[in-house]
């Protein structure tokens, strides 16, 4: 299926129209000035008053060429004006006209966007995960297929590509050489494993989160080229027995990691080489102290993780703390692991 745009005019909308209309004034008017040897104005003003049939006068005498040039202008040119002003009117009226200025914007938001996520897929699944990048403010485009999904996506302001999220040049389009990872979340797995292996293909150090139902597909996906694979059914099982277990711990995990609470939030900060805080110890460092921030963990870069790390335990370039705090300390944090 060929991708389009929600809300894009259908073929032969009022852009070749309004074209036609003003080839047909152009044409209009060179030929006065060839004919009759008028100034370009005069020319440009017989044209129009007589495709439009205001008929005021004659500019100036015609000679009988260029009265046959009137016939045929008025045969060619009052028709297509009367079509392009009906199309005009008619896309107004029905409101094509906000949707087909939202495709321009979206067109040129695509080809600026960068640093994005892209999310495959907006049902149950991806919208919720829509729903919580756009609440952290994090850009992202969503791709998806079915039309009354695509309508619901773009009511809520997202930007949006109805197509095929395996297919490569969607993927070109919703800018994965600029994009941050890929989220697919596609109805099947086998749709997600297409779209993940073609998201590898074309970026092979993207990163990529991939939705999975059943362990076989789990594999599937990793084969793939996901970088993590998500099972829903798996985690809200296990997370319906922990609320059961630890009603505490759950309550405090979603307070650490929900957008809801902006007043406490868990973070992932990765340590750029050329940052003040690479090669130093936590306790160097002095993270607590300046920052405000409690360092949970450190995922070193063969993604083995420091959970609790000793105040002696070195950072090194490349290493990702997990850090808890507030969203100010945070960001301040940030600024200095990456200057």
């Known amino acids: 299926m060929a991708d389009r745009w929600i809300g894009s005019l259908p073929a032969g909308g009022p852009r070749p129209a309004v074209l036609l209309l003003a080839m047909v004034i152009a044409g209009g008017t060179l030929g006065y000035v060839a004919i009759e040897g008028w100034s370009a104005w005069d020319a440009f003003y017989m ?200 009603p505490a711990v759950v309550d405090f995990v979603e307070l650490a990691t929900s957008s809801e609470h902006l007043e406490l939030a868990m973070e992932e900060v990765t340590i750029a080489g050329n940052s003040p805080l690479a090669n130093r110890s936590l306790l160097d460092a002095n993270l607590r102290q300046r920052f405000g921030v409690i360092v949970v963990a450190i995922q070193r870069q063969k993604r083995h993780m420091d959970f609790n790390p000793e105040p002696d335990a070195s950072i090194f370039p490349g290493d990702t703390l997990v850090v808890l705090g507030r969203w100010d300390s945070l960001k301040r944090l940030e600024a200095e692991a990456a200057p």
């Open 47 to 246: 044209t129009v008053t007589t495709i439009t049939t205001v008929g005021f006068r004659e500019v100036h005498e015609l000679t009988r060429a260029g009265q046959a040039f009137t016939v045929v202008l008025l045969i060619g040119g009052v028709g297509t004006a009367l079509y392009t002003f009906t199309l005009l009117a008619t896309t107004i009226v029905e409101g094509r006209l906000p949707h087909h200025l939202r495709q321009r914007r979206n067109t040129r938001m695509l080809e600026t966007i960068k640093d994005h996520f892209i999310v495959c897929g907006f049902g149950r699944i991806g919208s919720i995960i829509a729903s919580q990048l756009s609440r952290q403010g994090v850009p992202f485009v969503v791709i998806e297929r079915e039309g009354a999904r695509v309508q619901q996506a773009m009511e809520q302001g997202f930007l949006t590509l109805e197509a095929d999220a395996s297919a490569e040049d969607v993927l070109v389009r919703a800018g994965i050489e600029r994009a941050r990872g890929l989220i697919a979340a596609v109805g099947t797995d086998a749709e997600n494993v297409y779209a993940v292996l073609t998201a590898r293909v074309l970026r092979p150090d993207l990163f990529i989160v991939g939705r999975a139902e059943g362990e076989d597909s789990i594999r599937k996906l990793e084969r793939a080229g996901a970088n993590r694979v998500i099972s829903p059914y798996k985690i809200g099982a296990q997370h319906i027995a922990q609320t059961a277990l630890r």
